[in-house]
C-alpha cells in the first residue's frame, strides 16, 4: 500500500459501511484522518463544509485531501412514481454536498499536491430503470468531478472520483438478502485505490 505518512486527509461519510474501511486503510498508510460526524459538520450546507475542513485545519494544522464518501440511495421505482423529495434528497446528499465541500477545501489545498477525491456509482453510466434520481445524482457528482479536475490541474491538484457497482457492506446485504454479495465490490477494494489517488504515486492521475 502507498505511505501516506504524515498527510492530512479530511474523510467525510466515515462512519459508514464503506467509510470505516476507507479510514482504517488511510490510518494504515500513515495519514493524519480527521472523520467529522454530521453533528460536527452538516456537509448538505455550505457552513457544515467550511466546518468539516477547518476542523482538519485546526487538528493538523494542514489540509492535503479530502475524500469524500457521503453519500445516499433511494427510489421510489419509475420516473413518474418518484417524488419531488426523493429527487431533492437524492441530489442533497450525493452532490450538493461534493460542490460544498469541493468549494470549501480547494483554499486550503496545497498547489501542487492537492488531493479531492469522491466516490460515485456505476449507475450513474448505467442507469438502470427505477432509479432515476439516484443516478441523476451522482452523474451531477461525476460532472463536478471532471470539471473541477480541469481547473485544478494547472494548479497541480488532482480530482478524481472512483465509480462502484454495489459495494458489499451491511446495509447493502440487509437490503438485498438475495443477491450474491460476491459479485459486488468489496470496500477494501475501494479503500486501496483511494489510497493510492492520495498518494504522491496517484500525481498523474
Known amino acids: 500500500m502507498a505511505s501516506l505518512a504524515g498527510i492530512s486527509v479530511l474523510i467525510t461519510g466515515a462512519s459508514g459501511g464503506l ?23 452538516d ?8 466546518a468539516a475542513v477547518q476542523l482538519a485545519l485546526d487538528t493538523h494544522s494542514r489540509l492535503d485531501a479530502a475524500v469524500h464518501l ?20 437524492m441530489f442533497s446528499l450525493n452532490a450538493r454536498s461534493a460542490f460544498y465541500l469541493f468549494r470549501a477545501a480547494l483554499p486550503a489545498l496545497p498547489k501542487p499536491g492537492g488531493r479531492l477525491l469522491a466516490v460515485g456509482s456505476r449507475a450513474a453510466i448505467d442507469c ?34 472512483v465509480l462502484p457497482s454495489t459495494i458489499d457492506t451491511p446495509a447493502n446485504r440487509a437490503a438485498m438478502p438475495h443477491a450474491d454479495p460476491s459479485l459486488w465490490v468489496s470496500p477494501a477494494s ?15 492521475t
Open 128 to 161: 438502470p430503470a427505477g432509479l432515476s434520481a439516484y443516478a441523476a445524482s451522482k452523474a451531477a457528482l461525476h460532472a463536478l468531478v471532471r470539471t473541477t479536475a480541469a481547473e485544478c490541474a494547472p494548479l497541480g491538484i488532482t480530482v478524481n472520483a
Open 19 to 41: 467509510g470505516t474501511a476507507v479510514s482504517a486503510a488511510f490510518t494504515d498508510a500513515g495519514a493524519l484522518v480527521t472523520a467529522p460526524s454530521r453533528a460536527q459538520a
Open 70 to 89: 457521503m453519500g445516499g440511495f433511494a427510489s421510489d421505482g419509475p420516473v413518474h412514481q418518484t417524488s419531488g423529495d426523493t429527487w431533492d434528497r
Open 43 to 50: 456537509l448538505t450546507t455550505p457552513d457544515g463544509a467550511l
Open 190 to 204: 475501494i479503500a486501496s485505490l483511494l489510497v493510492f489517488l492520495a498518494s504522491p504515486s496517484g500525481r498523474d
